[in-house]
């Protein structure tokens, strides 16, 4: 069981040592030799665990995907006990927007990912994965909304929950190119979320501005 262990932490490692390549050069800089040095071993001590630069790039994606999935999860078990829809859609939204370092460098990994992913299939397909069951979820959390009467039937759909994500999308790469801060994708996004919900939102469930 430790030998798992060991090699699952390298494998991260040498994610980690491939996403700050990639963060910062691209990912068709991230050769094998390249990822290696970076991460402070042989390349033939790579190879020992991945023996493929597309292994290696599958299992980073998976891993990243993950780390993200896990953050977002931690915002909903900050807010209150009994969070409103509103308040679940906010912390997962937000969640996805490049508001500190950390997302920042994993949402320009997941960038250069994306422009490789367009034409191999196993990445493509592993980038796709998340989408529909991210919109199952966001539509849920409308609909629940809806139930509660803090939101217009007619807008609780999954169409409603696609546009939630490609806005936030949107905002995310604006906010890498330099079109606006964190802060303006944060405003719009709860400008959006506002008109939304309506007036609906019980006192305490609105934005925060101590929440990145």
Not at 12 to 38: C, H, P, Y
Not at 178 to 198: C, E, K, M, Q
Request: glycine share 8%.
């Amino acid at each position: 069981m430790p030998k798992k262990v060991d090699r699952e932490a390298r494998r991260q490692e040498i994610s980690a040592a491939l996403w700050r390549i990639a963060s910062t050069r691209g990912m068709d800089s991230a050769s094998l030799r390249d990822v290696a040095a970076e991460a402070g071993i042989s390349l033939g001590r790579l190879q020992h665990y991945f023996r493929t630069k597309d292994e290696m790039l599958l299992f980073a994606l998976r891993h990243i995907n993950r780390l993200a999935t896990d953050r977002i999860r931690e915002r909903i078990e900050a807010l209150d006990e009994e969070p409103t829809p509103q308040a679940v859609l906010r912390a997962c939204l937000s969640g996805m927007l490049p508001l500190d370092e950390e997302s920042r460098t994993g949402l320009l990994v997941g960038a250069a990912y994306y422009s490789r992913a367009v034409h191999d299939p196993a990445l493509g397909a592993e980038a796709r994965d998340g989408i529909p069951k991210l919109r199952a979820f966001f539509a849920d959390q409308l609909r629940l909304a809806a139930d509660r009467g803090e939101l217009p039937p007619e807008r609780a759909t999954e169409d409603e929950a696609m546009l939630l994500i490609s806005l936030t999308d949107g905002l995310a790469t604006y906010v890498l190119l330099g079109v606006h801060g964190p802060d303006d994708a944060l405003r719009i996004l709860d400008r959006h979320l506002t008109g939304l919900f309506g007036d609906r939102t019980p006192p305490g469930d609105g934005p925060r501005d101590d929440i990145p």
